[in-house]
């Protein structure tokens, strides 16, 4: 199979049996009535104008490309990229915030510094 899509042509007939049957009146109508029964009419727009949904989008997005960044620090994070700092250097600065913020907890409540 995998020689088969790399003949010269092969790939370029395929796609255009397939893009000629897919056109087709029948075939519109047909996806159509399956994304009406599927509700993805209602459900995708729904979806997109609902803030709690694009909160809980965000959150997820956040925690899984920002794990590194102490969840108190990421709206830091996000105003420092906003202002086109490069996110090596917005991972370096906040780290660097995270470690003198936890130097001055232990410090306030009598923990001795490991790293100084």
């Known amino acids: 199979m995998k020689l088969r899509w790399q003949e010269n042509g092969y790939r370029q007939r395929i796609s255009e049996k ?3 049957s897919c056109s087709t009146p029948a075939a519109t ?3 159509r009535e ?3 029964a599927m509700r ?3 459900l995708g727009t729904e979806a997109a104008r609902d803030p709690a949904v694009n909160a809980r989008k965000r959150e ?3 925690a899984t490309k920002m ?3 102490p ?3 990421i709206e830091e994070a996000r105003r420092l990229r ?3 700092f490069s996110a090596a250097e917005v991972k370096r600065i906040i780290l660097d915030q995270h470690e003198r913020d936890m130097a001055r907890f232990r410090a306030s409540i009598g923990a001795e510094s490991r790293h100084a």
């Open 18 to 20: 397939v893009s000629a």
């Open 34 to 36: 399956r994304a009406i």
């Open 29 to 31: 109508k047909a996806r």
């Open 82 to 84: 906003a202002m086109r």
């Open 71 to 73: 969840p108190e620090l």
């Open 67 to 69: 794990s590194w960044c």
């Open 60 to 62: 997820r997005i956040s």
């Open 40 to 42: 993805l009419n209602e």
